[in-house]
């Protein structure tokens, strides 16, 4: 089949899929790379550029190593081992229109979103002194609420996707 041969969704997940591998390789991931990989680079003074926007809370504090933000590494870990992979095997799928990946990308979305909504928590709840201003604090939530709500479309898309597919083919079965 052509690609994109699927619904215009598949083209919106695309997208995303192939946007979010450059974000995570060249901002995420910098807080699991060795400090000798970044100091000095250009990439370094994006991620500091990047943190500088609106003061985030999470990847400052998942950079500095500090044990309250503990658990947004092991979450980093999830990304670059689980969702990493998956971007690029989903965005390859999706343009080949190979419905294979469906699962895949819905474990993606599923795990993308849940890894999200403690992140979201946490600059919810978070105190900054000085407090954020109300540009930091949209330029924070237009930076992350899309990061929860596109996985969580795709996993509900491919959910559904998934059940008409097991429904045909549960009745190519009773025939």
């Not at 995420?28 to 970044?38: A, E, H």
């Not at 990493?84 to 599923?110: E, Q, S, T």
């Not at 540009?135 to 559904?160: K, Q």
Request: net charge positive.
């Amino acid at each position: 089949m052509s690609r994109f041969a699927g619904r215009g969704l598949d083209k919106l997940w695309f997208a995303f899929l192939a946007l979010h591998i450059p974000i995570s390789l060249l901002l995420d991931m910098q807080t699991l790379y060795p400090s000798s990989w970044l100091e000095g680079t250009a990439l370094q003074r994006f991620f500091h550029w990047s943190i500088s926007l609106a003061r985030d809370p999470i990847l400052g504090g998942a950079m500095s190593g500090s044990k309250e933000f503990a658990w947004l590494r092991l979450f980093l870990y999830l990304e670059g081992g689980f969702q990493v992979p998956c971007f690029a095997i989903g965005a390859w799928g999706l343009w080949r229109n190979d419905k294979r990946v469906y699962p895949l990308i819905l474990a993606y979305g599923a795990s993308t979103a849940t890894t999200l909504i403690p992140c979201l928590g946490a600059l919810l709840t978070a105190t900054p002194k000085p407090p954020f201003t109300t540009a930091e604090y949209l330029t924070l939530l237009s930076e992350y609420i899309p990061f929860l709500l596109f996985p969580l479309g795709m996993a509900i898309d491919m959910g559904i996707k998934l059940v008409k597919i097991v429904n045909i083919a549960q009745e190519r079965k009773s025939i």
